[in-house]
């Protein structure tokens, strides 16, 4: 236990001699080079700050409408997007039907073929799930409407 608190004591000690020699050569070097400058190096700093003060507003201003219009780019490819999104997959669903093509020399074999009474059948229930759940989607909205028509009816 002692050794560790010893390893602390020292991980402590180092630390904070690093700490004192970072700050040591820090405020030497900064007053050494400002109290070694000659006259044409305060010239040249006086220039380079005077002119960022200067060119800063305008820089800022011209990031800022780069940045802009890259929005807008952005933007514009959101909307386009959103607009191929179709009505099934506003709705939650992303259930494509199979088409009703049944042609064998389009169908490829694989392992997993199906036959064509399978397919039929897959395609089948397909439609009615997707026909049923519209069905209900639509039964809520009406009667969502009927709750508002009775709320002015009643009140």
Do not use: C
């Not at 997007?81 to 049944?102: K, T, W």
């Not at 049923?132 to 009927?146: F, I, P, V, Y």
Request: charged share 35%; net charge negative; glycine share 4%.
């Amino acid at each position: 236990m002692s050794e560790l608190l010893d390893l602390v004591a020292h991980l402590f000690d180092s630390v904070s001699q690093l700490f004192t020699l970072v700050k040591d050569r820090f405020s030497n070097n900064l007053s050494q080079s400002f109290s070694s400058m000659t006259l044409q190096q305060w010239i040249r700093l006086v220039i380079i700050v005077g002119a960022y003060a200067l060119l800063r507003p305008y820089l800022m201003k011209m990031g800022a409408k780069f940045q802009e219009k890259q929005m807008e780019k952005n933007f514009a490819k959101e909307e386009e997007e959103q607009a191929q999104i179709s009505p099934n997959q506003l709705r939650g669903q992303a259930v494509e039907i199979p088409d009703d093509s049944d042609d064998d020399e389009q169908a490829e074999s694989t392992a997993t073929d199906w036959g064509k009474k399978a397919r039929k059948r897959q395609r089948n229930m397909i439609k009615k799930m997707l026909d049923a759940e519209e069905k209900r989607l639509q039964e809520l909205q009406e009667d969502e409407e009927d709750k508002d028509i009775e709320q002015y009816l009643v009140g």
